[in-house]
């Protein structure tokens, strides 16, 4: 199988894996437990929690622990409206489900919500997000990169101009987090996923910064300081923590590797196959190309190319039997019909030369096939 799906999630790491089974075997106590064997995970924790501040840029008491990066977008955006007075959140057109639709959620209890869109390249700029705020907005979010196109954004800028105005600025850093260096200086609020990274699935990280107002999302023990209820999966946060640290130190060397890999597809993609565009401009992740075939159905390709072993995505969603194109290359300006002929290939560290060459030649006859057929 040739796996280009790396924004969709990654593969566990061995060593990540190779940290986490002993809290997983006979290191199974509860981290709350007051006993030795609750103690050894209590200490798990919070090394991990020291780890990942560390990584982060900031302190092991502005961390905590979330079920994922849906959970950090959900808990930072209704966290922190129900901590505020005003009733106006302005949140990027381009940003993931998570905030989107918490925004929506919100619209049933009285807010008023502002989707603040992108250039056409797929980039939030500074002004628009000026545009968007109010006197009563108390909430923004505007993401780091796309996780759709990759396409980075202004985030430093962005953060400055909310934190001038006293806007809360949540920043989900879920597809740049052990990438690029997380902008925890620039915002109130970020959050990264451990699955995007080669840690474990259904566990994230809520960065919240020190003094930042946030109510609690989800109610019950003392667990993250009494912010974030439920048992703490010990030997997924070590995991998280163990995938990090790996992560960012081979940074360099991983995001030099795959760009090349992704720029010498992109290259060869655009110039042998015709009618094919890329989408989103601008400084880009490493991994993603995300580009649209004329005359074709992204359905279709990703299932041709399914055939043959080898995975890619679509940004579109079903809903009701019918498929939808992308809201975030719609928002850009896209045709629906160039909308719905995009795919997305995200590399990652394990790809090779090799399948390169085999995705560019099977995209080649799947673009053929699906052309002829119409
Ligand atoms: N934010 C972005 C940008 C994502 O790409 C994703 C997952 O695809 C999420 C949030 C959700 O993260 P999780 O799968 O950990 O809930």
Redesign the pocket.
Do not use: C, I, Y
């Given at each position: 199988m040739i796996y280009l799906d790396h924004?969709?999630?990654t593969p566990l790491d061995e060593r990540v894996l190779e940290a986490m089974l002993p809290y997983l075997k006979q290191n199974f106590g509860n981290a709350s437990s007051q006993y030795a064997l609750g103690r050894l995970s209590a200490n798990a924790v919070i090394s991990a929690r020291d780890t990942i501040a560390e990584l982060l840029g900031c302190r092991a008491e502005e961390v905590y622990f979330t079920?994922?990066?849906?959970?950090?977008?959900n808990w930072a955006l209704k966290g922190a409206c129900a901590a505020a007075n005003g009733k106006h959140i302005a949140v990027s057109a381009i940003?993931?489900p998570?905030?989107i639709e918490s925004a929506r959620d919100m619209q049933k209890f009285g807010y008023e919500v502002t989707f603040i869109q992108p250039d056409k390249d797929g980039v939030i700029t500074p002004s628009a997000v000026e545009n968007a705020l109010r006197q009563d907005t108390v909430f923004c979010a505007v993401?780091h990169a796309?996780?759709e196109t990759g396409v980075i954004q202004p985030v430093e800028e962005i953060g400055r101009l909310l934190n001038e105005r006293g806007v809360f600025y949540y920043c989900?850093c879920?597809?740049t987090a052990g990438v690029l260096p997380v902008p925890a200086a620039y915002c109130d609020a970020l959050?990264i996923?451990?699955?995007?990274f080669y840690g474990p699935?259904?566990f994230?990280v809520l960065y919240v910064k020190k003094g930042a107002k946030i109510k609690r999302f989800i109610s019950g023990g003392m667990q993250e300081r009494g912010l974030r209820g439920g048992t703490t999966n010990t030997a997924a946060a070590v995991g998280c923590a163990k995938a990090l640290q790996l992560a960012v130190a081979s940074a360099d060397e991983n995001n030099a590797r795959v760009s090349a890999l992704r720029d010498n597809f992109v290259k060869r993609a655009l110039a042998e196959i015709e009618g094919a565009y890329l989408n989103g401009g601008g400084g880009k992740l490493p991994s993603h190309a995300n580009i649209s075939f004329d005359g074709c159905d992204g359905e279709n390709l990703l299932f041709l190319l399914d055939m043959k072993g080898i995975a890619v995505s679509t940004g579109s969603a079903c809903s009701a039997g019918a498929v939808t194109p992308s809201h975030v290359l719609l928002s850009m300006g896209l045709t629906e019909s160039r909308a719905k002929s995009a795919v997305r290939f995200t590399f990652g560290r394990n790809n090779t030369e090799e399948e390169t060459e085999e995705v560019l030649s099977a995209l080649k006859s799947a673009v053929n096939n699906i052309r002829k057929v119409k």
């Open positions: 924004a969709a999630t079920s994922g990066g849906t959970e950090a977008g940003e993931h998570a905030l993401m796309n996780n989900d879920v597809q959050g996923s451990a699955h995007k699935v259904g994230g």
